[in-house]
C-alpha cells in the first residue's frame, strides 16, 4: 500500500512563502507518474492546484505566477513552492498520484488514485 506523506504546512502571514514536500517509502516512486496537489478549505469542495506529468505541468488560475510544483525522482518526492501567500489560500493541502506509471489526462481528481492524509496551511492577513 503506498502512502504518500505531506509536509512543510504551517501558519503564515499574507505575502510569505511555504513549500510542501510529499514523500513515501518508494525510492523513484514519482518517476513517469502523474501527480498533483489539491486542497480543501473549509466548508468548500476540494479543488486541483497544480499537477505534473511527463513533460507538462498545470496550475489552477488561482495560483498562477505564485505557485511552482516540482518532483525529485531520485528521491521519489514531490514538492510545491508557494510564494505570494493570501489569506484565501488557506486550506488542506493534500498530494496526489497515479496508481500506475501514466501521464496526467487532464480530468482533475479522477487522474489520482492515491491521497496523502494532508497538511495545513494557514494564512493571515
Known amino acids: 500500500q503506498v502512502q504518500l506523506v505531506e509536509s512543510g504546512g504551517g501558519s503564515v502571514q499574507a505575502g510569505g512563502s511555504l513549500r510542501l514536500s510529499c514523500t513515501n517509502d518508494w525510492i523513484g516512486f514519482t518517476y513517469s507518474r502523474c501527480m498533483g496537489w489539491f486542497r480543501q478549505a473549509p466548508g468548500e469542495e476540494r479543488e486541483g492546484v497544480a499537477s505534473?506529468?511527463?513533460?507538462?505541468?498545470t496550475y489552477a488560475d488561482s495560483v498562477k505566477g505564485r505557485a511552482t510544483i516540482s518532483r525529485d525522482d531520485t528521491r521519489g518526492t514531490l514538492s510545491l513552492q508557494m510564494n505570494g501567500l493570501k489569506p484565501e489560500d488557506t486550506a488542506v493541502y493534500y498530494c496526489?498520484?497515479?496508481?500506475?506509471?501514466?501521464?496526467?489526462?487532464?480530468?482533475?481528481?479522477?487522474?489520482?488514485?492515491?491521497w496523502g492524509q494532508g497538511t495545513q496551511v494557514t494564512v493571515s492577513s
Open positions: 505534473i506529468g511527463f513533460r507538462t505541468t
Open positions: 496526489a498520484a497515479a496508481n500506475t506509471r501514466r501521464d496526467c489526462s487532464g480530468q482533475g481528481g479522477a487522474d489520482f488514485d492515491y
